[in-house]
Protein backbone atom coordinates (compact mmCIF):
# COMPACT_ATOMS: atom_id res chain seq x y z
CA UNK A 1 0.00 0.00 0.00
CA UNK A 2 2.76 1.96 1.22
CA UNK A 3 4.94 1.83 -2.08
CA UNK A 4 1.63 2.18 -4.19
CA UNK A 5 0.74 5.48 -2.71
CA UNK A 6 4.54 6.65 -3.30
CA UNK A 7 4.76 6.25 -6.77
CA UNK A 8 1.42 7.77 -7.42
CA UNK A 9 2.91 10.76 -5.45
CA UNK A 10 6.19 10.70 -7.98
CA UNK A 11 3.73 10.68 -10.92
CA UNK A 12 1.90 13.19 -10.18
CA UNK A 13 4.15 15.98 -11.63
CA UNK A 14 4.89 19.49 -9.84
CA UNK A 15 4.35 21.54 -13.95
CA UNK A 16 0.68 21.13 -13.26
CA UNK A 17 0.48 23.17 -10.51
CA UNK A 18 3.25 25.63 -12.10
CA UNK A 19 0.41 28.04 -14.03
CA UNK A 20 -1.20 28.87 -10.55
CA UNK A 21 1.58 29.05 -8.30
CA UNK A 22 3.19 31.42 -10.54
CA UNK A 23 0.49 33.95 -10.87
CA UNK A 24 -0.52 33.22 -6.98
CA UNK A 25 3.24 34.11 -6.40
CA UNK A 26 4.09 36.79 -8.78
CA UNK A 27 0.20 39.14 -8.12
CA UNK A 28 -0.72 38.38 -4.28
CA UNK A 29 2.38 37.09 -2.91
CA UNK A 30 5.09 39.31 -3.86
CA UNK A 31 2.63 42.77 -4.08
CA UNK A 32 2.44 41.48 -0.19
CA UNK A 33 5.52 41.61 0.58
CA UNK A 34 6.40 44.78 -1.58
CA UNK A 35 3.88 46.53 0.48
CA UNK A 36 6.39 45.98 3.34
CA UNK A 37 8.83 48.21 1.15
CA UNK A 38 6.45 50.45 -0.23
CA UNK A 39 5.25 51.87 3.25
CA UNK A 40 8.85 52.75 3.93
CA UNK A 41 9.39 54.91 0.63
CA UNK A 42 7.51 58.55 0.01
CA UNK A 43 6.41 57.68 -3.43
CA UNK A 44 3.99 59.74 -5.24
CA UNK A 45 2.39 56.85 -7.54
CA UNK A 46 3.68 58.79 -10.35
CA UNK A 47 7.22 59.40 -9.91
CA UNK A 48 10.22 57.04 -11.22
CA UNK A 49 12.15 57.50 -7.92
CA UNK A 50 11.07 55.96 -4.41
CA UNK A 51 13.01 57.92 -1.78
CA UNK A 52 13.59 55.28 1.24
CA UNK A 53 12.22 57.37 4.56
CA UNK A 54 12.67 54.66 7.08
CA UNK A 55 9.65 54.21 9.46
CA UNK A 56 8.86 58.26 9.00
CA UNK A 57 5.42 57.07 7.91
CA UNK A 58 4.32 54.84 10.80
CA UNK A 59 5.68 57.60 13.34
CA UNK A 60 3.64 59.58 11.35
CA UNK A 61 0.57 57.09 11.40
CA UNK A 62 0.63 56.97 14.91
CA UNK A 63 0.14 61.17 15.84
CA UNK A 64 -2.31 61.48 13.11
CA UNK A 65 -5.90 61.72 14.04
CA UNK A 66 -7.33 61.00 11.08
CA UNK A 67 -5.71 57.52 11.15
CA UNK A 68 -6.79 57.06 14.42
CA UNK A 69 -10.38 57.69 13.64
CA UNK A 70 -10.37 55.74 10.87
CA UNK A 71 -8.96 52.67 12.80
CA UNK A 72 -11.41 53.41 15.57
CA UNK A 73 -14.28 53.42 12.53
CA UNK A 74 -12.91 49.92 11.08
CA UNK A 75 -12.85 48.16 14.87
CA UNK A 76 -16.26 49.66 15.38
CA UNK A 77 -18.01 48.62 12.34
CA UNK A 78 -16.33 45.37 12.47
CA UNK A 79 -16.96 44.38 16.18
CA UNK A 80 -20.19 45.72 16.17
CA UNK A 81 -21.04 44.28 12.78
CA UNK A 82 -20.27 40.40 14.16
CA UNK A 83 -22.24 40.44 16.73
CA UNK A 84 -25.25 41.96 15.56
CA UNK A 85 -24.79 39.65 12.31
CA UNK A 86 -24.56 36.99 14.24
CA UNK A 87 -27.13 37.43 16.86
CA UNK A 88 -29.43 37.63 13.38
CA UNK A 89 -27.78 35.00 11.44
CA UNK A 90 -28.59 32.15 14.72
CA UNK A 91 -31.75 33.55 15.31
CA UNK A 92 -33.04 33.23 11.49
CA UNK A 93 -31.08 29.80 11.10
CA UNK A 94 -33.09 28.53 14.66
CA UNK A 95 -36.16 30.15 13.01
CA UNK A 96 -36.22 28.08 10.05
CA UNK A 97 -35.42 24.97 11.87
CA UNK A 98 -38.51 25.25 13.77
CA UNK A 99 -40.81 26.15 10.51
CA UNK A 100 -42.46 23.40 9.02
CA UNK A 101 -43.65 24.47 5.29
CA UNK A 102 -41.59 26.54 2.02
CA UNK A 103 -37.86 26.05 4.37
CA UNK A 104 -35.97 26.42 1.52
CA UNK A 105 -37.65 29.11 0.19
CA UNK A 106 -37.32 31.57 3.04
CA UNK A 107 -33.70 30.27 3.40
CA UNK A 108 -33.24 31.96 -0.55
CA UNK A 109 -34.80 34.64 0.50
CA UNK A 110 -32.71 35.53 3.55
CA UNK A 111 -29.63 34.72 1.16
CA UNK A 112 -30.58 36.15 -1.52
CA UNK A 113 -29.03 40.11 -0.52
CA UNK A 114 -26.05 38.25 -0.25
CA UNK A 115 -25.87 38.25 -4.12
CA UNK A 116 -25.93 41.83 -4.71
CA UNK A 117 -22.67 43.92 -5.71
CA UNK A 118 -21.75 46.39 -2.62
CA UNK A 119 -22.75 48.85 -4.96
CA UNK A 120 -25.97 47.80 -6.14
CA UNK A 121 -26.94 47.40 -2.52
CA UNK A 122 -25.26 50.67 -1.28
CA UNK A 123 -27.54 52.83 -3.54
CA UNK A 124 -30.57 50.65 -3.24
CA UNK A 125 -29.96 51.90 0.40
CA UNK A 126 -29.08 55.38 -0.07
CA UNK A 127 -32.73 55.57 -1.60
CA UNK A 128 -34.33 54.03 1.31
CA UNK A 129 -32.71 56.08 3.86
CA UNK A 130 -33.49 59.02 1.73
CA UNK A 131 -34.21 61.98 3.73
CA UNK A 132 -37.26 63.59 2.17
CA UNK A 133 -38.67 60.48 0.21
CA UNK A 134 -37.06 57.04 1.52
CA UNK A 135 -39.49 54.45 3.21
CA UNK A 136 -37.96 54.64 6.51
CA UNK A 137 -39.12 58.60 6.87
CA UNK A 138 -41.94 58.86 4.84
CA UNK A 139 -42.95 55.82 7.49
CA UNK A 140 -42.16 58.30 10.78
CA UNK A 141 -43.26 61.03 9.43
CA UNK A 142 -46.48 59.14 9.10
CA UNK A 143 -46.96 58.06 12.64
CA UNK A 144 -46.41 61.95 13.53
CA UNK A 145 -41.83 61.33 14.79
CA UNK A 146 -39.77 63.72 12.90
CA UNK A 147 -37.54 62.33 10.32
CA UNK A 148 -33.57 61.18 10.75
CA UNK A 149 -31.39 61.87 8.53
CA UNK A 150 -29.54 58.43 8.90
CA UNK A 151 -26.79 58.76 6.29
CA UNK A 152 -26.04 62.81 6.97
CA UNK A 153 -26.11 62.97 10.74
CA UNK A 154 -22.41 61.71 11.85
CA UNK A 155 -23.78 59.87 15.09
CA UNK A 156 -25.75 57.77 12.91
CA UNK A 157 -24.74 57.04 9.42
CA UNK A 158 -22.12 54.34 10.73
CA UNK A 159 -24.87 52.48 11.93
CA UNK A 160 -26.74 52.83 9.21
CA UNK A 161 -23.99 51.11 7.31
CA UNK A 162 -23.94 48.61 9.69
CA UNK A 163 -27.68 47.77 9.66
CA UNK A 164 -27.53 47.73 5.46
CA UNK A 165 -24.18 44.99 5.79
CA UNK A 166 -26.46 42.93 8.34
CA UNK A 167 -29.12 42.96 5.96
CA UNK A 168 -26.60 41.95 3.11
CA UNK A 169 -24.55 39.30 5.19
CA UNK A 170 -26.97 37.47 7.80
CA UNK A 171 -28.39 35.27 4.78
CA UNK A 172 -24.66 34.06 4.75
CA UNK A 173 -23.99 33.15 8.06
CA UNK A 174 -27.61 31.38 8.42
CA UNK A 175 -26.73 28.83 6.14
CA UNK A 176 -23.56 27.79 8.12
CA UNK A 177 -25.44 27.81 11.48
CA UNK A 178 -28.23 25.89 9.92
CA UNK A 179 -25.66 23.37 8.61
CA UNK A 180 -24.38 23.51 12.29
CA UNK A 181 -27.84 22.84 13.44
CA UNK A 182 -28.42 19.91 11.50
CA UNK A 183 -25.32 18.48 12.37
CA UNK A 184 -26.45 17.82 16.25
CA UNK A 185 -27.34 13.92 16.33
CA UNK A 186 -30.79 13.99 16.45
CA UNK A 187 -31.20 11.84 19.24
CA UNK A 188 -29.42 14.04 22.12
CA UNK A 189 -32.56 16.30 21.35
CA UNK A 190 -35.08 13.22 21.69
CA UNK A 191 -33.94 12.24 24.50
CA UNK A 192 -33.75 15.50 26.24
CA UNK A 193 -37.26 15.95 25.28
CA UNK A 194 -38.57 12.53 26.89
CA UNK A 195 -36.26 13.81 30.00
CA UNK A 196 -38.95 16.77 29.89
CA UNK A 197 -35.92 19.23 29.49
CA UNK A 198 -37.21 22.89 29.32
CA UNK A 199 -36.47 24.68 25.98
CA UNK A 200 -34.50 27.66 27.11
CA UNK A 201 -31.94 24.80 29.26
CA UNK A 202 -32.09 22.69 25.87
CA UNK A 203 -31.03 25.11 24.05
CA UNK A 204 -27.86 26.33 26.70
CA UNK A 205 -27.26 23.24 27.49
CA UNK A 206 -27.31 21.31 24.08
CA UNK A 207 -27.52 23.47 21.23
CA UNK A 208 -25.09 26.47 21.86
CA UNK A 209 -22.17 23.92 22.79
CA UNK A 210 -23.04 22.17 19.99
CA UNK A 211 -22.74 25.36 17.73
CA UNK A 212 -19.59 26.28 19.14
CA UNK A 213 -17.59 25.57 15.66
CA UNK A 214 -19.78 26.96 13.66
CA UNK A 215 -20.04 30.35 15.72
CA UNK A 216 -16.16 30.52 15.70
CA UNK A 217 -16.37 30.55 11.96
CA UNK A 218 -18.82 32.73 11.30
CA UNK A 219 -17.63 35.30 13.96
CA UNK A 220 -14.22 35.53 12.46
CA UNK A 221 -15.54 35.66 8.76
CA UNK A 222 -18.02 38.66 10.04
CA UNK A 223 -15.05 40.17 11.60
CA UNK A 224 -12.43 40.22 8.72
CA UNK A 225 -15.23 41.16 6.20
CA UNK A 226 -16.12 44.04 8.56
CA UNK A 227 -12.60 45.41 8.37
CA UNK A 228 -12.56 44.96 4.41
CA UNK A 229 -16.11 46.78 3.81
CA UNK A 230 -15.36 49.29 1.46
CA UNK A 231 -18.07 49.33 -1.65
CA UNK A 232 -21.03 50.11 0.50
CA UNK A 233 -19.31 52.96 1.89
CA UNK A 234 -18.15 54.59 -1.74
CA UNK A 235 -21.96 54.25 -2.58
CA UNK A 236 -23.81 55.00 0.30
CA UNK A 237 -21.47 58.17 2.32
CA UNK A 238 -18.10 58.23 0.49
CA UNK A 239 -16.58 58.49 4.42
CA UNK A 240 -18.88 61.34 5.00
CA UNK A 241 -20.06 63.46 6.83
CA UNK A 242 -17.63 64.47 7.76
CA UNK A 243 -15.05 61.58 8.43
CA UNK A 244 -17.84 59.93 10.40
CA UNK A 245 -17.45 57.02 8.25
CA UNK A 246 -14.06 56.70 7.05
CA UNK A 247 -12.48 53.37 7.35
CA UNK A 248 -9.08 51.93 6.95
CA UNK A 249 -10.08 50.70 3.58
CA UNK A 250 -11.22 54.12 2.45
CA UNK A 251 -8.83 56.01 4.17
CA UNK A 252 -6.18 53.98 1.88
CA UNK A 253 -7.53 54.46 -1.06
CA UNK A 254 -8.41 58.57 -0.91
CA UNK A 255 -4.50 58.87 0.80
CA UNK A 256 -3.30 56.64 -2.06
CA UNK A 257 -5.43 57.63 -5.37
CA UNK A 258 -6.69 60.55 -4.62
CA UNK A 259 -4.12 62.24 -2.60
CA UNK A 260 -1.39 60.37 -4.48
CA UNK A 261 0.28 59.77 -1.19
CA UNK A 262 1.12 56.01 -1.64
CA UNK A 263 3.53 54.95 0.43
CA UNK A 264 2.09 56.40 3.16
CA UNK A 265 -1.34 54.64 2.02
CA UNK A 266 0.39 51.17 1.95
CA UNK A 267 1.69 51.95 5.67
CA UNK A 268 -2.20 52.09 6.62
CA UNK A 269 -2.64 49.19 4.68
CA UNK A 270 -0.14 47.31 6.44
CA UNK A 271 -1.77 48.01 9.70
CA UNK A 272 -5.32 46.54 8.20
CA UNK A 273 -3.22 43.44 6.98
CA UNK A 274 -1.84 43.04 10.98
CA UNK A 275 -5.48 43.60 12.39
CA UNK A 276 -6.54 40.31 9.91
CA UNK A 277 -3.56 38.57 10.92
CA UNK A 278 -4.18 38.96 14.75
CA UNK A 279 -7.91 38.04 14.30
CA UNK A 280 -7.18 35.04 12.02
CA UNK A 281 -4.01 34.06 14.35
CA UNK A 282 -6.93 34.45 17.42
CA UNK A 283 -9.02 32.56 15.73
CA UNK A 284 -6.93 29.70 15.28
CA UNK A 285 -6.00 29.39 18.59
CA UNK A 286 -9.55 29.94 20.09
CA UNK A 287 -10.34 26.72 17.50
CA UNK A 288 -7.54 24.29 18.80
CA UNK A 289 -9.00 24.97 22.21
CA UNK A 290 -12.48 23.58 21.32
CA UNK A 291 -11.60 21.15 19.78
CA UNK A 292 -9.30 20.04 22.50
CA UNK A 293 -12.27 20.61 24.97
CA UNK A 294 -14.68 18.38 22.44
CA UNK B 1 -42.84 17.23 1.14
CA UNK B 2 -43.73 14.88 4.20
CA UNK B 3 -44.39 18.14 6.25
CA UNK B 4 -47.40 18.97 4.36
CA UNK B 5 -49.45 15.60 5.73
CA UNK B 6 -48.35 17.30 8.97
CA UNK B 7 -51.10 18.72 11.35
CA UNK B 8 -50.59 22.32 12.06
CA UNK B 9 -49.92 23.34 15.67
CA UNK B 10 -50.31 26.74 16.76
CA UNK B 11 -46.81 27.30 17.07
CA UNK B 12 -46.45 26.20 14.09
CA UNK B 13 -48.55 28.74 12.54
CA UNK B 14 -47.02 31.81 15.11
CA UNK B 15 -43.24 30.55 13.49
CA UNK B 16 -44.31 30.77 10.19
CA UNK B 17 -45.98 33.93 10.34
CA UNK B 18 -42.80 35.36 12.02
CA UNK B 19 -40.98 33.72 9.25
CA UNK B 20 -43.24 35.37 6.39
CA UNK B 21 -42.88 39.10 8.02
CA UNK B 22 -38.88 38.85 8.60
CA UNK B 23 -39.12 37.16 4.57
CA UNK B 24 -41.25 40.11 3.03
CA UNK B 25 -38.65 42.32 4.84
CA UNK B 26 -35.52 41.29 3.84
CA UNK B 27 -37.04 40.96 0.08
CA UNK B 28 -38.62 44.13 0.44
CA UNK B 29 -35.13 46.25 -0.25
CA UNK B 30 -34.94 43.86 -3.48
CA UNK B 31 -38.60 44.53 -4.59
CA UNK B 32 -38.28 48.36 -4.19
CA UNK B 33 -35.24 48.83 -6.90
CA UNK B 34 -36.79 46.18 -9.06
CA UNK B 35 -40.01 47.98 -9.38
CA UNK B 36 -38.09 51.31 -9.69
CA UNK B 37 -36.37 50.12 -12.71
CA UNK B 38 -39.57 50.15 -14.61
CA UNK B 39 -41.20 53.77 -12.90
CA UNK B 40 -40.37 56.85 -14.19
CA UNK B 41 -38.07 59.46 -11.64
CA UNK B 42 -41.73 61.12 -10.66
CA UNK B 43 -43.49 58.01 -9.21
CA UNK B 44 -40.60 56.86 -7.71
CA UNK B 45 -39.91 59.94 -5.57
CA UNK B 46 -43.74 60.18 -5.23
CA UNK B 47 -44.79 56.68 -4.33
CA UNK B 48 -41.81 55.03 -3.70
CA UNK B 49 -43.47 51.80 -2.24
CA UNK B 50 -45.99 51.62 -5.25
CA UNK B 51 -46.64 49.53 -8.22
CA UNK B 52 -45.68 51.36 -11.51
CA UNK B 53 -48.74 52.47 -12.76
CA UNK B 54 -47.89 50.99 -16.50
CA UNK B 55 -45.09 48.86 -17.24
CA UNK B 56 -42.33 51.33 -18.62
CA UNK B 57 -39.60 50.21 -20.75
CA UNK B 58 -38.47 53.86 -21.14
CA UNK B 59 -35.94 53.22 -18.91
CA UNK B 60 -34.31 50.16 -20.42
CA UNK B 61 -34.13 52.23 -23.98
CA UNK B 62 -32.81 55.00 -22.87
CA UNK B 63 -29.50 53.08 -20.88
CA UNK B 64 -29.18 51.54 -24.23
CA UNK B 65 -29.26 54.39 -26.16
CA UNK B 66 -27.46 56.68 -24.00
CA UNK B 67 -25.40 55.27 -21.36
CA UNK B 68 -22.41 52.62 -21.90
CA UNK B 69 -24.25 50.30 -19.73
CA UNK B 70 -24.54 47.90 -22.67
CA UNK B 71 -20.87 47.60 -23.11
CA UNK B 72 -19.65 47.80 -19.36
CA UNK B 73 -22.35 45.20 -19.17
CA UNK B 74 -20.52 43.23 -21.97
CA UNK B 75 -17.04 44.06 -20.23
CA UNK B 76 -18.96 42.11 -17.04
CA UNK B 77 -19.63 39.18 -18.89
CA UNK B 78 -16.51 38.42 -20.69
CA UNK B 79 -14.50 39.18 -17.69
CA UNK B 80 -16.40 36.54 -15.72
CA UNK B 81 -16.78 33.58 -18.57
CA UNK B 82 -12.72 34.47 -19.32
CA UNK B 83 -12.20 34.64 -15.72
CA UNK B 84 -13.76 31.56 -14.57
CA UNK B 85 -12.96 29.41 -17.34
CA UNK B 86 -8.97 30.18 -17.00
CA UNK B 87 -9.62 29.19 -12.79
CA UNK B 88 -11.11 26.41 -13.74
CA UNK B 89 -8.21 25.23 -15.89
CA UNK B 90 -5.55 26.12 -13.28
CA UNK B 91 -6.48 25.69 -10.13
CA UNK B 92 -8.04 22.36 -9.72
CA UNK B 93 -4.92 21.05 -11.35
CA UNK B 94 -2.52 22.42 -8.77
CA UNK B 95 -4.94 21.31 -6.29
CA UNK B 96 -4.61 17.67 -7.17
CA UNK B 97 -0.91 18.41 -7.44
CA UNK B 98 -0.91 19.33 -4.10
CA UNK B 99 -3.26 16.60 -2.69
CA UNK B 100 -1.56 14.24 -4.51
CA UNK B 101 1.76 14.28 -3.94
CA UNK B 102 1.78 15.04 -0.21
CA UNK B 103 5.59 15.84 1.23
CA UNK B 104 7.36 18.71 1.91
CA UNK B 105 5.55 20.04 -1.42
CA UNK B 106 2.12 19.54 -0.36
CA UNK B 107 3.13 20.78 3.38
CA UNK B 108 4.76 23.80 1.93
CA UNK B 109 2.56 24.88 -0.92
CA UNK B 110 -1.10 24.24 1.23
CA UNK B 111 -0.69 26.67 3.72
CA UNK B 112 1.17 29.23 0.67
CA UNK B 113 -2.08 29.19 -1.20
CA UNK B 114 -4.38 29.19 1.93
CA UNK B 115 -2.52 32.43 3.54
CA UNK B 116 -3.90 34.55 0.68
CA UNK B 117 -7.40 34.49 2.15
CA UNK B 118 -6.23 36.51 5.30
CA UNK B 119 -4.44 38.80 3.22
CA UNK B 120 -7.05 41.98 2.27
CA UNK B 121 -6.98 43.04 -1.09
CA UNK B 122 -6.52 46.89 -0.15
CA UNK B 123 -3.58 45.73 2.10
CA UNK B 124 -1.44 44.51 -1.29
CA UNK B 125 -2.98 46.62 -4.30
CA UNK B 126 -0.89 49.37 -4.60
CA UNK B 127 2.15 47.37 -4.65
CA UNK B 128 0.38 45.07 -7.33
CA UNK B 129 -0.71 48.39 -9.68
CA UNK B 130 2.52 49.60 -9.86
CA UNK B 131 3.81 46.14 -10.71
CA UNK B 132 1.37 45.68 -13.39
CA UNK B 133 2.29 48.94 -14.77
CA UNK B 134 5.84 47.91 -14.92
CA UNK B 135 4.87 44.44 -16.91
CA UNK B 136 2.84 46.88 -19.14
CA UNK B 137 -0.33 45.07 -18.01
CA UNK B 138 -2.25 47.88 -16.30
CA UNK B 139 -4.64 49.58 -18.20
CA UNK B 140 -5.68 46.12 -20.04
CA UNK B 141 -8.44 43.68 -20.25
CA UNK B 142 -5.65 40.91 -19.33
CA UNK B 143 -5.14 42.65 -15.83
CA UNK B 144 -8.14 41.91 -13.89
CA UNK B 145 -8.33 38.28 -15.26
CA UNK B 146 -4.70 37.78 -14.24
CA UNK B 147 -5.30 39.40 -10.78
CA UNK B 148 -8.93 37.37 -10.69
CA UNK B 149 -7.13 33.66 -11.50
CA UNK B 150 -4.20 34.43 -8.53
CA UNK B 151 -6.86 35.60 -5.92
CA UNK B 152 -9.46 32.56 -6.88
CA UNK B 153 -6.17 30.34 -6.34
CA UNK B 154 -6.50 30.60 -2.40
CA UNK B 155 -9.95 29.70 -2.48
CA UNK B 156 -10.17 27.32 -4.69
CA UNK B 157 -7.12 25.03 -3.12
CA UNK B 158 -8.99 25.07 -0.03
CA UNK B 159 -12.27 23.70 -1.81
CA UNK B 160 -10.48 21.28 -4.09
CA UNK B 161 -8.12 19.88 -2.00
CA UNK B 162 -11.22 18.87 0.54
CA UNK B 163 -12.41 17.31 -2.67
CA UNK B 164 -9.95 15.63 -4.32
CA UNK B 165 -9.19 13.87 -0.87
CA UNK B 166 -12.49 12.04 -1.24
CA UNK B 167 -11.15 10.56 -4.11
CA UNK B 168 -10.12 6.69 -4.46
CA UNK B 169 -6.82 6.29 -5.11
CA UNK B 170 -7.32 3.24 -6.74
CA UNK B 171 -9.35 4.67 -9.34
CA UNK B 172 -5.91 6.80 -10.64
CA UNK B 173 -3.55 3.53 -9.87
CA UNK B 174 -5.37 1.65 -12.50
CA UNK B 175 -5.77 4.15 -15.09
CA UNK B 176 -1.64 4.28 -14.74
CA UNK B 177 -1.31 0.94 -15.04
CA UNK B 178 -2.99 1.14 -18.16
CA UNK B 179 -0.63 3.46 -19.55
CA UNK B 180 -2.64 6.90 -19.06
CA UNK B 181 -0.41 10.07 -18.45
CA UNK B 182 -1.09 11.61 -15.01
CA UNK B 183 -2.24 14.62 -16.87
CA UNK B 184 -4.38 12.56 -19.26
CA UNK B 185 -5.90 10.84 -16.14
CA UNK B 186 -6.53 13.81 -14.00
CA UNK B 187 -8.54 15.64 -16.83
CA UNK B 188 -10.17 12.35 -18.15
CA UNK B 189 -11.33 10.57 -14.51
CA UNK B 190 -10.81 13.25 -11.56
CA UNK B 191 -11.66 16.22 -12.92
CA UNK B 192 -15.56 14.66 -13.96
CA UNK B 193 -15.45 13.63 -10.39
CA UNK B 194 -15.11 16.70 -9.05
CA UNK B 195 -18.11 18.62 -10.98
CA UNK B 196 -19.93 19.40 -7.63
CA UNK B 197 -16.96 21.33 -6.74
CA UNK B 198 -16.30 22.64 -9.60
CA UNK B 199 -19.73 24.15 -10.07
CA UNK B 200 -19.70 25.86 -6.45
CA UNK B 201 -16.30 27.37 -7.33
CA UNK B 202 -17.55 28.66 -10.55
CA UNK B 203 -20.96 30.17 -9.04
CA UNK B 204 -18.74 31.73 -5.98
CA UNK B 205 -16.02 33.06 -8.23
CA UNK B 206 -18.66 33.87 -10.95
CA UNK B 207 -20.89 36.20 -8.72
CA UNK B 208 -17.74 37.73 -6.67
CA UNK B 209 -15.94 38.98 -10.39
CA UNK B 210 -19.46 40.23 -11.64
CA UNK B 211 -19.69 41.88 -8.59
CA UNK B 212 -16.28 43.47 -8.17
CA UNK B 213 -16.02 47.28 -7.94
CA UNK B 214 -12.91 48.76 -7.07
CA UNK B 215 -10.07 46.89 -8.80
CA UNK B 216 -11.45 47.07 -12.08
CA UNK B 217 -12.35 50.82 -11.77
CA UNK B 218 -8.52 51.07 -11.17
CA UNK B 219 -6.48 48.56 -13.49
CA UNK B 220 -9.30 48.52 -16.63
CA UNK B 221 -8.41 50.36 -20.01
CA UNK B 222 -8.84 54.25 -19.33
CA UNK B 223 -11.46 56.45 -20.40
CA UNK B 224 -14.10 53.80 -21.44
CA UNK B 225 -16.57 51.86 -20.69
CA UNK B 226 -15.24 49.08 -17.54
CA UNK B 227 -17.76 46.94 -15.82
CA UNK B 228 -21.47 47.15 -14.71
CA UNK B 229 -20.15 48.01 -11.23
CA UNK B 230 -18.29 50.38 -12.39
CA UNK B 231 -20.29 52.32 -14.65
CA UNK B 232 -23.33 51.86 -12.11
CA UNK B 233 -21.11 54.28 -9.68
CA UNK B 234 -20.25 56.58 -12.36
CA UNK B 235 -24.27 57.41 -12.65
CA UNK B 236 -23.79 59.39 -9.73
CA UNK B 237 -22.76 62.72 -10.21
CA UNK B 238 -23.53 61.97 -13.93
CA UNK B 239 -27.57 61.89 -13.26
CA UNK B 240 -27.46 63.05 -9.61
CA UNK B 241 -31.45 63.05 -9.38
CA UNK B 242 -32.07 60.18 -12.06
CA UNK B 243 -33.19 56.68 -9.55
CA UNK B 244 -34.84 55.52 -12.79
CA UNK B 245 -31.93 54.79 -14.75
CA UNK B 246 -29.95 54.45 -11.69
CA UNK B 247 -32.54 50.71 -10.72
CA UNK B 248 -32.93 50.29 -14.14
CA UNK B 249 -29.01 50.01 -14.00
CA UNK B 250 -28.52 47.94 -10.95
CA UNK B 251 -31.79 45.74 -12.39
CA UNK B 252 -29.33 44.57 -15.47
CA UNK B 253 -26.59 44.17 -12.71
CA UNK B 254 -28.97 42.03 -10.15
CA UNK B 255 -30.85 39.51 -12.55
CA UNK B 256 -28.46 37.52 -14.22
CA UNK B 257 -27.42 36.54 -10.87
CA UNK B 258 -30.66 36.21 -9.38
CA UNK B 259 -31.22 34.18 -12.07
CA UNK B 260 -28.15 31.93 -11.70
CA UNK B 261 -28.93 31.18 -8.12
CA UNK B 262 -32.79 30.32 -8.66
CA UNK B 263 -31.22 27.13 -10.94
CA UNK B 264 -28.11 26.75 -9.39
CA UNK B 265 -29.00 27.20 -5.78
CA UNK B 266 -27.72 23.89 -4.08
CA UNK B 267 -24.49 24.72 -5.32
CA UNK B 268 -23.94 28.09 -3.67
CA UNK B 269 -25.11 26.71 -0.61
CA UNK B 270 -22.45 23.63 -0.79
CA UNK B 271 -20.08 25.97 -1.85
CA UNK B 272 -20.53 28.23 1.37
CA UNK B 273 -20.36 24.64 3.48
CA UNK B 274 -17.17 23.53 1.77
CA UNK B 275 -15.37 27.30 2.18
CA UNK B 276 -16.59 27.39 6.09
CA UNK B 277 -15.03 24.15 7.28
CA UNK B 278 -11.18 25.57 7.61
CA UNK B 279 -11.01 29.12 6.66
Known sequence: ?294 | MAATAKKWKPGDCVIFIIACILALAFFFPMFFSLISAFKTNGEILKNPIGLPQKINFANFVYLWNKTSIPRATLNSALLTIVSCLLIILFVPMSSYVIERRGGKFSSFFYPFFLAGMMIPFQAYMIPLFKELRVIGLFGTMAAPVIIYISGASSFGTLLYCSFIRGVPKEIEESAAIDGSSPFMTFWQIVFPLLKPCTASMLILQGVGIWNDFLMPMMVMPPNQPKTINVEIFSFIGEFQVRYDVLFCGTFVAIAPVILMFIFLQKYFVSGIMAGSVKS
Do not use: C
Not at chain 1, 240 to 260: C, H, K, M
Open chain 1, 1 to 294: MAIKQQSLSRRVPVWMALPSITLFSLFVILPAFLSIYFSLTSWDGLSPVMKFIGLQYYIDIAHDSRFWNAFRNSILLAVVLAVVENIVALALALLLDKVIKAKTLFRSIFYLPNLLSGIVTGYIWVALMNYSFGIFNVLLTHIGMTPVDWLGNPKIALWSIVFVMVWKGAGYYMIIYIAGLNSIPQDILEAADIDGVRPVRKFFSIIVPMLVGSFTINFTLSLINGLKVFDQIVAMTSGGPGFATETLTYQIYTVAFSDGRQGYGTAVAMTLFLLTLVISIVETKLTRRFEVEA
